[in-house]
């Protein structure tokens, strides 16, 4: 009966040790897993500010070319009132000049 005892506690202590091998693998693959989680977390956050960021810099470049085609309307809208006003002085000169010949 002794040693019916002993082989039973010989077995029981076989399988406390498996399963405390069995735990502790079962720890580290939950650490490992929640690292990776967070790692994946980190790398969403970074994704989601990096198109963020690039969201606004679209924004302003959108911004900086409405600015520049405005100026350009007003420089050509410029240009061509220039062009008026120089054939209309051209006008004014051909006509000064020929009331001013004898």
Do not use: C, W, Y
């Not at 963020?52 to 679209?58: F, I």
């Amino acid at each position: 009966m002794l040693e019916s005892a002993a082989a039973d506690l010989a077995a029981a202590q076989h399988e406390l040790a498996l399963s405390q091998r069995e735990a502790a693998d079962a720890t580290a693959a939950l650490a490992d897993l929640e690292l990776r989680q967070e790692e994946s977390r980190v790398a969403i956050f970074d994704t989601v500010s990096s198109a963020s960021r690039l969201r606004n810099q679209l924004a302003q470049a959108e911004e900086r070319l409405a600015g520049a085609d405005r100026e350009a309307r007003r420089l050509e809208t410029e240009f061509t009132n220039a062009n008026l006003q120089v054939e209309a002085f051209g006008g004014q000169r051909g006509q000064l000049a020929s009331s001013l010949k004898p």
